[in-house]
């Protein structure tokens, strides 16, 4: 643990570049493993949901930057059980702390990155659709509460002046809730 906090906080104090303001929007498909009181595991099918983020970057060196986010994610899901239709909608606030890495440079404008994210979440909507009848699970036990996430991405950046960039990436995060 004593390595991890000098690390983070040579990271943070060693001098610093620039800076980035940032906002995201991406696409997410939730995937769920679920097991019921007499272990038997649901078949629940991922729906589509919709992700936000604000967020500063700060660059350490040409290639190392830090930073973290405020961000708004869905998790949203269905399954057909015993003849009933389930459906979760569900609404979660985090924020992040990210490491982001230039793997390579193509030239002055794009460059192919890496990020690693890792932070806190919590419930803010959350419904549960039982059959049509809609419950709200925002403050069940199962749900309420703060929960580690953490993440990578893969991304390509494209500069197209100074001060304004574009970027297309892949992300890969793990929510344990």
């Known amino acids: 643990m004593k ?4 690390l983070i906080t040579l990271v943070f104090t060693t001098n610093t570049y620039s800076q980035d303001l940032f906002f995201e929007y991406s696409k997410s498909i939730s995937k769920f493993d679920f097991e019921t009181n007499q272990y038997e595991k649901l078949n629940i099918e991922g ?14 060196s040409n290639k190392l930057g830090v930073g973290f ?10 399954s057909l059980v015993n003849q009933s239709k389930y459906i979760w909608e569900t609404g979660y606030i985090s924020t992040n702390g990210l490491v982001n890495y230039d793997v390579l440079n193509l030239g002055n404008k794009v460059n192919v990155n890496s990020e690693f994210i890792i932070g806190a979440s919590h419930i803010i909507y959350g419904n549960q659709y039982i059959n049509n009848v ?3 699970i925002k403050n069940h036990p199962e749900f309420k509460g703060i929960f580690l996430n953490y993440g990578f991405s893969l ?5 197209s002046n100074s ?15």
Do not use: H, P, W
């Not at 991304?155 to 500069?159: A, D, S, W």
């Open 163 to 177: 001060k304004y960039s574009f970027r297309v990436a892949y992300n890969y995060d793990i929510k344990n809730r």
């Open 3 to 6: 390595k991890i906090l000098f």
């Open 134 to 136: 809609k419950y709200n």
């Open 155 to 159: 991304g390509l950046t494209f500069k």
């Open 47 to 60: 729906q589509n949901g919709n992700s936000f983020s604000l967020g500063l970057k700060i660059k350490k």
């Open 69 to 78: 986010n405020v961000a708004y994610d869905e998790n949203n899901a269905k």
